[in-house]
């Protein structure tokens, strides 16, 4: 399942704290910044996630880091 709108946004900002954080790059990439390469990342499918629950807005999902 490929995630979209909020859930993408949501998913690539984990996976730019995890970079910014020391997390290796999973492809290849020009790019210095955290961002471009984590919305990357989630568009082409490469970011392994899990979904908690409904995401509810102002309630954080079950697993504070579902990005693994």
């Known amino acids: ?3 979209l709108g ?3 946004r949501e998913l690539a900002a984990k996976r730019a704290r995890q970079l910014q954080g020391g997390a290796r790059p999973v ?3 020009s790019s210095k910044k955290p961002t ?3 919305v990357e ?3 082409r499918g490469l970011v392994k996630y899990t979904l908690t629950g409904p995401l ?5 999902p079950a697993d504070p880091d579902p990005v693994r």
């Open 1 to 3: 399942r490929t995630p």
């Open 27 to 29: 492809l290849p990439t």
């Open 6 to 8: 909020r859930e993408m």
């Open 56 to 60: 509810v807005h102002g309630q954080p």
């Open 41 to 43: 990342e989630v568009r």
């Open 36 to 38: 471009v390469i984590a």
